[in-house]
């Protein structure tokens, strides 16, 4: 399958004291066209940077620092504001965790799902109100003509994400980062946006990027996954390898933590430490005050993300 967007040798970070810290080391990915792609790990590993990176959001004080975000055929990390604001929301678009961020409170839903609109397409003022009733009655969003004059506080949590999914797709974008679309949602809520999702992304046939921290979601959901440790991919398979057999050691901990249907009251693995701070990065491989399996070699060398056949790589010295 072709790609859609290739990170190549992604390094991004901030300045301090005239010092460069790197928040995302040599990050090297792609989507490949209409896959639903996981990016997992624990708190604080990237993946939102990863995110806001391809987007062109990084905060202020980050910059990109080296290497590519290669989306249709352009690399979108060498654009201007000017240029990348041309992609953003129409070729690719995210959608954020808490919506109340990205929804603007003093607008009404239909106002701000027109705007984008407006922006981004050629339609006339009454094409673009009948779109976004089209867009809020695909996502399932109950009387969309009342809602159209709703303001954000008016809807629900699980509405309010639904909007921000209606604002995502206004455009028929190519690819959707979705960044913890679902944890500010109760199980049954995040279960029917997953569902949507899902739904959207077969008919759109769209590139998928889902940033996540449950398990279970990127079983049932995801073909592929990237595993993210400080700054870095350690691991990448099918969804099927990685649950079938995970090779590095985090993901092995990581599947170990993840609670088990039908597995009575079993007692969670932990992984014992937490995620280096960028200001101090531990010598050779990254994760090897907390593995259980390092050796001099671990503290001394750093691994490199390496082939293992099967679309597998793996950033560890000890798995064949
Ligand atoms: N605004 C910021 N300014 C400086 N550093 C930041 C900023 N936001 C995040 N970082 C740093 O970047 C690193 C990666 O953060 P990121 O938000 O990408 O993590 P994440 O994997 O998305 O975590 P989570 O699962 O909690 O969302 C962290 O070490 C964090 O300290
Ligand atoms: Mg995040």
Same mark, same amino acid.
């Given at each position: 399958?072709?790609?859609?967007?290739?990170?190549?040798?992604?390094?991004?970070?901030?300045?301090?004291?005239?010092?460069?810290?790197?928040?995302?080391?040599?990050?090297?990915?792609?989507?490949?066209?209409?896959?639903?792609?996981?990016?997992?790990?624990?708190?604080?590993?990237?993946?939102?940077?990863?995110?806001?990176?391809?987007?062109?959001?990084?905060?202020?004080?980050?910059?990109?620092?080296?290497?590519?975000?290669?989306?249709?055929?352009?690399?979108?990390?060498?654009?201007?504001?000017?240029?990348?604001?041309?992609?953003?929301?129409?070729?690719?678009?995210?959608?954020?965790?808490?919506?109340?961020?990205?929804?603007?409170?003093?607008?009404?839903?239909?106002?701000?799902?027109?705007?984008?609109?407006?922006?981004?397409?050629?339609?006339?003022?009454?094409?673009?109100?009948?779109? &976004?009733?089209? #867009?809020?009655? =695909?996502?399932?969003? *109950?009387?969309?003509? !009342?809602?159209?004059? @709703?303001? +954000?506080?008016?809807?629900?949590?699980?509405?309010?994400?639904?909007?921000?999914?209606?604002?995502?797709?206004?455009?028929?974008?190519?690819?959707?980062?979705?960044?913890?679309?679902?944890?500010?949602?109760?199980?049954?809520?995040?279960?029917?946006?997953?569902?949507?999702?899902?739904?959207?992304?077969?008919?759109?046939?769209?590139?998928?990027?889902?940033?996540?921290?449950?398990?279970?979601?990127?079983?049932?959901?995801?073909?592929?996954?990237?595993?993210?440790?400080?700054?870095?991919?350690?691991?990448?398979?099918? &969804?099927?390898? #990685?649950?079938? =057999?995970?090779?590095? *050691?985090?993901?092995? !901990?990581?599947?170990? @933590?993840? +609670?088990?249907?039908?597995?009575?009251?079993?007692?969670?693995?932990?992984?014992?430490?937490?995620?280096?701070?960028?200001?101090?990065?531990?010598?050779?491989?990254?994760?090897?005050?907390?593995?259980?399996?390092?050796?001099?070699?671990?503290?001394?060398?750093?691994?490199?993300?390496?082939?293992?056949?099967?679309?597998?790589?793996?950033?560890?010295?000890?798995?064949?």
């Amino acid at each position: 399958m072709e790609s859609i967007l290739e990170i190549r040798e992604l390094r991004v970070g901030k300045d301090h004291d005239g010092h460069f810290q790197a928040i995302l080391d040599n990050v090297n990915f792609e989507v490949k066209q209409g896959e639903t792609l996981a990016i997992v790990g624990e708190s604080g590993c990237g993946k939102s940077m990863t995110a806001l990176s391809i987007m062109g959001l990084l905060p202020r004080a980050i910059q990109i620092a080296s290497g590519k975000v290669i989306f249709g055929g352009k690399d979108l990390a060498g654009l201007s504001r000017k240029e990348i604001d041309q992609v953003r929301g129409k070729d690719i678009a995210m959608i954020f965790q808490e919506p109340m961020t990205s929804l603007n409170p003093s607008f009404t839903i239909g106002n701000q799902l027109s705007e984008v609109l407006k922006i981004h397409t050629a339609l006339q003022p009454n094409e673009r109100k009948e779109r &976004v009733l089209e #867009l809020l009655s =695909q996502v399932g969003i *109950p009387d969309p003509a !009342g809602k159209f004059k @709703s303001y +954000p506080h008016e809807l629900s949590g699980g509405m309010r994400q639904r909007v921000m999914i209606a604002m995502a797709l206004a455009c028929n974008p190519k690819m959707l980062i979705a960044d913890e679309p679902t944890t500010a949602l109760d199980v049954t809520i995040q279960a029917q946006v997953l569902n949507l999702l899902s739904e959207i992304q077969s008919q759109y046939q769209m590139a998928v990027m889902l940033i996540t921290h449950d398990l279970g979601v990127v079983a049932e959901t995801c073909q592929r996954v990237i595993v993210m440790y400080a700054g870095q991919v350690i691991e990448e398979a099918s &969804v099927e390898d #990685l649950f079938e =057999q995970p090779m590095h *050691p985090y993901t092995i !901990g990581l599947m170990q @933590s993840a +609670p088990r249907l039908g597995v009575a009251k079993e007692k969670l693995h932990v992984i014992e430490g937490t995620v280096p701070d960028i200001r101090d990065m531990p010598t050779g491989c990254r994760f090897h005050p907390r593995c259980e399996s390092a050796t001099d070699l671990c503290k001394e060398k750093e691994p490199q993300l390496e082939e293992r056949g099967h679309g597998r790589r793996v950033r560890c010295w000890h798995t064949a």
